[in-house]
T-cell receptor
């Protein structure tokens, strides 16, 4: 069965370190999204991609970057981790179009100490 | 810009009804509704397209008023399994990015 997986599920890192969170989907979806979830803020869009070599900034993109070299993967990189980036991160994917269901990964809980 | 949901939290007894509202400052193409159980990923409920469409999913239905840029989710005769946090997501006209509101926590008590 097709799926979307995130790794790692949990990570603790130190302030200032570079961290990369992986997202891999086997749906062959063109659209992929990264969100962070914090209490009181819901799901906030960090970056998104409509296809290979395409990346776009979301509402809270400062301090994050993504790259899309193939259809299946959209890794999220924190260039220099900060305590404010402690959060739960969700990756999602959907087919092309504005009325298509998004499928979510199980999330990565990141703690920056 | 995130859509705004109201209320932020609702506590019901089993069998009661609830309405969750979602509004945006932008012209919308579609509205999406998701439910998230504690510690799990959000799960898709339904999508509404512009045109005032109303859709249903068991005892959960929704409406979309594109002129007012608002959507409402209706939960009737709530069941314990309906507990969770509900998110509305919106897609602006001309874009495919999906932006979510801050969520509404629904608690159903026996």
């Amino acid at each position: 069965d097709a799926e979307i997986t995130q790794s790692p599920r949990h990570k603790i890192t130190e302030t200032g370190r570079q961290v990369t969170l992986a997202c891999h989907q086997t749906w062959n979806h063109n659209n992929m999204f990264w969100y962070r979830q914090d209490l009181g803020h819901g799901l906030r869009l960090i970056h998104y991609s409509y296809g290979v070599q395409d990346t776009n900034k979301g509402e809270v993109s400062d301090g994050y970057s993504v790259s899309r070299s193939n259809t299946e993967d959209l890794p999220l990189t924190l260039e220099s981790a900060a305590s404010s980036q402690t959060s739960v991160y969700f990756c999602a994917s959907s087919t092309t179009g504005v009325a298509t269901e998004a499928f979510f990964g199980q999330g990565t809980r990141l703690t920056v100490v | 810009q995130q859509p705004v949901q109201s209320p932020q939290a609702v506590i019901l007894r089993e069998g009661e009804d609830a309405v969750i509202n979602c509004s945006s400052s932008k012209a919308l193409y579609s509205v999406h509704w998701y439910r998230q159980k504690h510690g799990e990923a959000p799960v898709f409920l339904m999508i509404l397209l512009k045109g005032g469409e109303q859709k249903g999913h068991e005892k959960i239905s929704a409406s979309f008023n594109e002129k007012k840029q608002q959507s409402s989710l209706y939960l009737t005769a709530s069941q314990l399994s309906y507990s969770g946090t509900y998110f509305c997501g919106t897609v602006d006209q001309g874009a495919q990015k999906l932006v979510f509101g801050q969520g509404t926590r629904l608690t159903i008590n026996p």
